[in-house]
């Protein structure tokens, strides 16, 4: 996907100028917002989408929603404009929060639950990871009924499955060997 090596090129940039005026963090903290305001609001991605809307529009419509944010991400809204790449913007967001992760040692495990996750459970897991990672962990809930109980547990590409999904197939495979 072009559009996925264009956010990277771009989240390393914002990046490398956030680090230069020692403010990743906070930068961090708008790529947070954006992602979720896109994510949230059909209507700003529509209209981040939308090609009849005209770039200054957009521009101006983002430093409005994110008048608070840091300059170096109301610079990335200006790069946007020049280059006419909006529709970009949460692929951005993303790759930003993921390179800040990893250069702060922080490290997302997605746990795929057929109910939202609880306080109890979510420290289980955090109590599993903890055996076999020295990183910072975050933990990332997906809500999946097919998985029926259990989770899966994924951080980075390691993989552990431990749902009664996984445990009805390989039953079912025993049974047709």
């Known amino acids: 996907m072009a559009g996925t090596r264009a956010a990277i090129r771009y989240a390393k940039a914002i990046l490398d100028i956030a680090k230069a005026n020692n403010n990743t963090t906070s930068v961090n903290n708008d790529m947070l917002s954006i992602s979720a305001a896109v994510k949230e609001s059909k209507e700003l991605k529509g209209f981040l989408l939308n090609p009849t809307v005209i770039g200054n529009v957009k521009l101006n419509a983002l430093l409005e929603v994110f008048a608070s944010a840091q300059n170096e991400t109301k610079s990335l809204f200006q790069l946007l404009l020049e280059n006419k790449r909006f529709e970009i913007l949460h692929a951005i967001a993303s790759e930003y929060n993921a390179l800040f992760d990893e250069l702060n040692g922080i490290e997302t495990a997605i746990v795929t639950t057929a109910f939202p996750i609880s306080p ?12 076999f990672s020295n990183k910072t962990i975050t933990i990332q809930n997906v809500v999946d009924p ?5 989770f899966v547990l994924r951080i980075g590409d390691k993989q552990f499955n431990a749902s009664v999904a996984s ?11």
């Open 120 to 131: 109890d459970l979510e420290s289980k897991v955090l109590a599993k990871i903890k055996e």
């Open 146 to 150: 097919s998985i029926i109980g259990g």
């Open 167 to 177: 445990k009805l197939q390989s039953l079912k495979q025993e049974f047709s060997n």
